[in-house]
């Protein structure tokens, strides 16, 4: 290994905070479903509806935009008990988070809840990861609550949408790229959002730790670290080759 490797830099972990807000939020094929039924409020069929996704697709994100237009309060599954049910209507709206978390889950209280939230006519968006059947609910009621409420679920994202989100989290995090980049993680990674943020992350904090921009070599290394067996540069040559360099000073900004 040559003797000009620069040294490592302490890289913080100092995540990007989320933009939650309506602007922010990128509308497909795979998520228009679930946008439609936040922007439907306040003209629900029920008071209770449901949002389904995988983990990092988008639910938070939409319960925080419907939050934002109807005052909600927002709170964990876990934290719904006997006792705070009528503390968290008395809002008049209420986001439930992550209904499928593992953990404590009271389903006599979110029985209640739904009832309650049914007779004060409070709107309840409630957020899974999972569809009611693959809850594991033992409380019928309950179950049969939940698969009365209107639901949207969110799909993995398109070509299209997956690119849109790897540009928006680099731009959050204010990184300058090519597009060359983007295209090469689209088409390498898993069709996710949560991974297009994961990936993203990591390539953040390479790039600080080494003090040098983001080349695609840097890029396919880091893939292949994260398993993607797409790596086509050693160490040295992601970080010193001149030709390297040269390709990160003549990229384009997004």
């Known amino acids: 290994m040559r003797e000009n490797v620069p040294?490592?830099?302490?890289?913080?972990?100092?995540?990007?905070d989320p933009r939650y807000g309506r602007e922010d939020f990128l509308v497909g094929p795979a998520n228009e479903a679930a946008y439609a039924l936040v922007e439907a409020w306040p003209n629900w069929p029920h008071p209770v509806c449901l949002l389904t996704g995988p983990p990092g697709s988008g639910k938070s994100h939409l319960a925080s935009i419907w939050a934002t237009r109807s005052h909600a309060w927002t709170a964990q599954a876990s934290e719904i008990t006997a006792e705070t049910v009528p503390r968290f209507l008395s809002n008049g709206a209420l986001v439930v988070e992550?209904?499928?978390?593992a953990g404590p889950r009271d389903e006599a209280a979110l029985f209640h809840l739904l009832n309650l939230a049914r007779e004060r006519a409070c709107p309840v968006l409630i957020t899974s990861a999972t569809s009611v059947e693959a809850l594991?609910?033992?409380t019928a009621?309950?179950?049969?609550?939940?698969?009365?409420?209107?639901?949207?679920?969110?799909?993995?994202?398109?070509?299209a949408l997956l690119r849109a989100v790897l540009v928006k989290?680099?731009?959050?995090?204010?990184?300058?790229v090519d597009l060359a980049i983007v295209e090469a993680l689209a088409l390498r990674i898993d069709r996710s959002?949560?991974?297009?943020r994961e990936v993203v992350t990591a390539l953040d904090r390479d790039?600080?730790?080494?003090?040098?921009?983001?080349?695609?070599p840097l890029a396919l290394a880091v893939l292949e670290r994260?398993?993607?067996?797409?790596?086509?540069?050693?160490?040295?040559?992601?970080?010193?080759n001149p030709a390297a360099e040269g390709e990160a000073d003549s990229e384009a900004p997004i």
């Open 7 to 16: 040294p490592k830099q302490l890289a913080f972990d100092l995540p990007a």
């Open 98 to 101: 992550d209904i499928d978390r």
């Open 136 to 138: 594991g609910l033992t």
């Open 141 to 159: 009621d309950l179950r049969s609550r939940l698969r009365l409420a209107p639901s949207a679920m969110i799909l993995p994202p398109d070509d």
């Open 169 to 176: 989290l680099f731009v959050d995090r204010q990184l300058v």
């Open 193 to 196: 959002l949560g991974r297009a």
């Open 207 to 216: 790039a600080l730790s080494r003090g040098r921009r983001i080349t695609k």
């Open 226 to 240: 994260l398993g993607y067996g797409a790596g086509e540069a050693d160490d040295d040559e992601v970080y010193d």
